[in-house]
């Protein structure tokens, strides 16, 4: 069905750029997070925890995910670094 009024377009257009937009971050996210668990080294894997941590911040502010999804995952990740030796 085509879209007759302008904010209607408008708005079809926003979303559009919205959802491309989110899902480059919730890609970015997931690689990250797998960038962190994959690596064995302590050190360099809380270098990559800083990042990390920096993106989901970033994502849960501009509303791409809630910010207690950042904090879980945030809490996880340091978990499992912990546990790398």
Known sequence: MP???????????????ITDRNKNIKALI???????TTITDKATAETEFKK??????????KGVIHKKKAAN????L???INKVK
């Open 3 to 17: 879209l007759r009024h302008k904010s209607a377009q408008k708005r079809a257009r926003q979303t559009k750029k």
């Open 30 to 36: 997931k690689g990250t997070i797998k960038k962190v």
């Open 52 to 61: 990390t941590t920096r993106i989901l911040d970033r994502a849960a502010a």
């Open 73 to 76: 995952v945030k809490s996880k």
């Open 78 to 80: 340091a978990k499992r």
